[in-house]
């Protein structure tokens, strides 16, 4: 090694990915040691950081060129010493000048003050915060105002940001890209209008409301009468996330819905008040749509102050085959098997979506209208690729037996499925059909029914779901 130039001995270590690889081979002799101090881009501590503060010096001295930094203490308790504090943002702020990404994890020791800190990391330009319960909007301002590069923030179970004040100024800026909040209890939908003129520029936006309180307002009928019409351009949108959201007709989330030209990735998860009309905008406006996840709340988990309740059908399906042309990724989940939402989807509408567009990956949950007719349809599927079905308790052995004939199938999970046995995976056994099959709580079909039926295969039961 003494032999190699600087320059070839860091790209071998340039091509190390894992941490605990490179802290091995930093070990070896003394010059790697050196090499991999300089060229150590990102660093993850947490729980083992103790004390504290004194180990973090230590490391940012060590490291003195970090790009991205994540504090995570994930299953810390008190015994295992005390965590991290404003005092090492301070730490992190004057001696990683070349800080661009930071993560902090259930760092409950944390608050406005140690964000200020941060607001002279002027590189900084992504930000992740997950459960740190004192943080408020106050520090998240403080910290927008100095960081004027930010383009990704992610804010996640953080319950004392009430404040939208740091929503509306960086609205102001244009710049960011990537947004995530997600179980913000003081954050709703109304809430995003603030961004402005930013929507122009934002490329991935995920919101989801924490389930209880949003039925809290909706009994309030806070989220539905506080809507303001309002244009939002949205043309650089690639990927939409909306979890618990309320959609009202016309309005702000519906708005954005229409306005997504480039979106490539759609996910719609128990949001109330979607209609056909919405599905039928994004279709015709989102030409470059790839893949579309929908959960639909059943018809009997609505609460009946909605005026216009929720109606998605196969003129929805219809809209997405006749306008997305490159759709190759499908999930379509009912909450509720119990009470299935009636008036949804049929097995008619999502197999002429699949004999239109070339999709590739089709998940199907609680859809109890697809059968085995269904499963004889999906034979003429000449690009599906990967099937997973869960609590599809239509479909019987007979229906299983057809997968042979799926000319492309090459992944098929199943879970909780009450009809299918051993059986309708018999035919499969040996013919090195699927490269992988994995079987997950099926009361009918045992771990000796799976040997064989796949080059790789994968059992899971556990029967507690049933009882």
Partial sequence: MDDLPDQLVWDILSRVKKNVDRNSASLACKRIY?????????????????????????????????????????????????????????????????LTALTLSYCTFITDLGLRHLASCSKLSALKLNFTPRITGCGILSL?????????????????????????????????????????????????????????????????????????????????????????????????????????????????????????????????????????????????????????????????????????????LRALAQNCPMLESVRISFSDGEFPSFSSFTQNGILNLIQMCPIRELALDHVYSFNDFGMEALCSAHYLETLELVRCQEISDEGLQLVGQFPRLCTLRLKRCLGVTDAGLYPLSGTDKLDFLAVEDCPQISERGVQGAARSVSFRQDLSWMY
């Fill in 34 to 98: 050196k090499l991999d101090n300089e060229q150590r881009q990102s660093m993850r501590v947490g729980c083992g950081l103790d004390p504290a503060n004194q180990a973090l010096t230590l490391l940012c001295n060590r490291f003195p060129n970090l790009e991205k930094v994540e504090i995570t203490y994930a299953g810390w308790m008190s015994k295992l010493g005390k965590q991290l504090d404003d005092q090492g943002l301070v730490i992190l702020a004057n001696n990683c000048p070349s």
């Fill in 144 to 316: 927008v105002v100095g960081c004027k590069n930010l383009t990704i923030l992610h804010l996640i179970r953080c319950l004392n940001v009430t404040s939208v004040e740091w929503l509306e100024y960086i609205g102001k800026l244009e710049t960011l890209e990537d947004l995530s909040i997600k179980n913000c209890r003081a954050l709703g939908e109304g809430d995003l209008i603030k961004l402005g003129s930013s929507w122009r520029k934002l490329k991935r936006l995920q919101f989801e409301v924490d389930a209880n309180y949003r039925y809290m307002k909706v009994y309030d009928r806070l989220a539905v009468d506080r809507w303001q019409k309002q244009w939002i351009p949205c043309e650089s949108m690639m990927e939409l996330s909306l979890v618990n959201c309320i959609i009202s007709p016309g309005r702000g989330l519906a708005c954005v819905l229409g306005k997504c030209k480039n979106l490539e990735k759609l996910h719609l998860d128990m949001c109330v008040g979607v209609r056909d009309s919405d599905i039928i905008g994004l279709a015709k406006k989102s030409s470059k749509l790839r893949s579309i996840s929908v959960r639909v709340p059943s018809d009997f988990s609505l609460p009946l102050l909605m005026n216009n309740p929720l109606r998605l059908t196969d003129e929805s």
